[in-house]
């Protein structure tokens, strides 16, 4: 397919443009939630390896161990992206997240599965960036919060149909997960077919003129990097410590810790598709507002519920913030960043996001340590709800809020 500009299409108007838009989307249902996917089997990844040393933290490392990876490699992918185009990379990355994703098969020590995990973080890093940028070139203005509202839909989708069919595989043997990854080996053709490459707006040298991020965009994009961490950080307590606080409430089958985390996920697809009419109600901080206040609110809920329904409420309280906040991280972030500069800050956004996933059971461990699973919870949502307050105070500090 020719290369096409910048910015040069903002809806599907041929065929091409749906087969185009659809592998974008298609692709991203293999982000955020990839690492999650397992989530499940963690109880029985820490029962098999129980004669392993630091066996509690080891096996919730070889859930976030990946988001490790996406936050050292993400840079140097948007570097790449920017440099030397974006399909190539992105093609490879697929490939290389069935291989590593499915590698849980077949490997039979914990520091295998580790270092499986590790190449599906690199996988991923390249995979987020290359299509954040794509959706930058492709997409511009209200077109752009459209997509990535839909985009964030079919992030949700993935997330309900994976998580859910793990916490169902994972009863059957915890090895079960593992097998979804391989479901990447199917978009690989269609990325190579369907995906033109975007042409480069100018070299990719030192940036001047209207390609140099100004210092107020620097400072906005330091603070939403920051935030991005932060939410990831809360968030991600979801799918490492729930299956284990559902133990602790009586609640062991690991299908319902699928179950609840896919709940919230399906939230998160309705609020996704209302996240282009809100973003223009409210601006970017009024969407940051309503998703740390809804994150915080959930939290809180889950850290006084006493029976498997108060916990899918929770759940369900969490995907509003999912479903908005992620989008307005990526649609904030294409709006401050220059055309030859989105690989770039693609990838310091991707890996924000990530070291805040890789950090969060670094943070939480402790936490539910000295007050329990309930506790660190409130905590937790406490300290996000406040984040949330101050988003909406301050309203006026992104450009477009009033």
């Known amino acids: 397919m020719k290369p096409e500009h910048y910015a040069a299409a903002e809806v599907a108007r041929s065929p091409?443009?749906?087969?185009?838009?659809?592998?974008?989307l298609f692709i991203s249902t293999l982000t955020i939630m990839s690492g999650a996917t397992i989530s499940a089997s963690l109880p029985g990844i820490a029962a098999r390896f129980a004669d392993v040393e630091n066996v509690a933290l080891l096996s919730r490392l070889v859930l976030t161990l990946p988001a490790v990876f996406i936050a050292l490699f993400s840079p140097a992918a948007g570097f790449l992206v920017d440099r030397f185009g974006r399909k190539p990379l992105l093609t490879v990355s697929l490939a290389l997240?069935?291989?590593?994703?499915?590698?849980?098969?077949?490997?039979?020590?914990?520091?295998?599965?580790?270092?499986?995990?590790?190449?599906?973080?690199?996988?991923?890093?390249?995979?987020?960036?290359?299509?954040?940028?794509?959706?930058?070139?492709?997409?511009?203005?209200?077109?752009?919060?459209?997509?990535?509202?839909?985009?964030?839909?079919?992030?949700?989708?993935?997330?309900?149909?994976?998580?859910?069919?793990?916490?169902?595989?994972?009863?059957?043997?915890?090895?079960?997960?593992?097998?979804?990854?391989?479901?990447?080996?199917?978009?690989?053709?269609?990325?190579?077919?369907?995906?033109?490459?975007?042409?480069?707006?100018?070299?990719?040298?030192?940036?001047?003129?209207?390609d140099r991020l100004g210092g107020r965009a620097t400072a906005l994009l330091a603070l939403l990097f920051l935030a991005a961490a932060v939410n990831m950080i809360a968030f991600y307590m979801i799918p490492t410590q729930l299956p284990f606080y559902l133990e602790t409430l009586?609640?062991?089958?690991?299908?319902?810790?699928?179950?609840?985390?896919?709940?919230?996920?399906?939230?998160?697809?309705?609020?996704?598709?209302?996240?282009?009419p809100f973003r223009r109600l409210a601006g970017i901080m009024g969407v940051f507002g309503l998703g740390f206040v809804s994150a915080g609110l959930s939290f809180l809920l889950l850290s006084g519920a006493e029976s498997y329904a108060g916990v899918l409420a929770a759940m369900a309280v969490s995907g509003v913030c999912m479903g908005t906040i992620m989008p307005n991280f990526a649609a904030a972030a294409m709006l401050l960043a220059p055309p030859a500069r989105r690989g770039r800050v693609s990838g310091l956004l991707v890996s924000s996001i990530f070291a805040g996933q890789f950090l969060s059971p670094v943070v939480s461990q402790p936490l539910i340590a000295v007050s329990g699973y309930d506790g660190a919870y409130a905590i937790v949502g406490a300290i996000v709800l406040a984040f949330g307050v101050v988003a909406f105070a301050l309203r006026w500090l992104w450009p477009g809020d009033g």
Do not use: C, K
């Not at 091409?16 to 974008?24: E, G, K, V």
């Open 97 to 210: 997240f069935a291989i590593a994703g499915a590698s849980g098969l077949v490997l039979d020590t914990l520091p295998g599965l580790l270092v499986g995990r590790a190449a599906l973080g690199i996988a991923v890093g390249g995979i987020m960036t290359a299509t954040t940028a794509l959706v930058g070139d492709f997409f511009q203005g209200a077109a752009r919060d459209r997509y990535m509202g839909l985009q964030q839909a079919f992030v949700g989708v993935g997330g309900t149909i994976f998580l859910t069919g793990g916490g169902f595989l994972a009863e059957v043997h915890w090895r079960g997960p593992f097998l979804i990854y391989t479901v990447a080996v199917l978009l690989v053709p269609a990325a190579l077919a369907f995906l033109p490459e975007p042409r480069r707006a100018r070299p990719a040298g030192p940036a001047t003129g209207a």
């Open 250 to 276: 009586g609640f062991a089958a690991p299908s319902l810790a699928g179950t609840a985390i896919g709940a919230g996920q399906f939230v998160g697809v309705v609020s996704a598709l209302a996240f282009a």
């Open 16 to 24: 091409a443009d749906l087969r185009r838009n659809s592998t974008l």
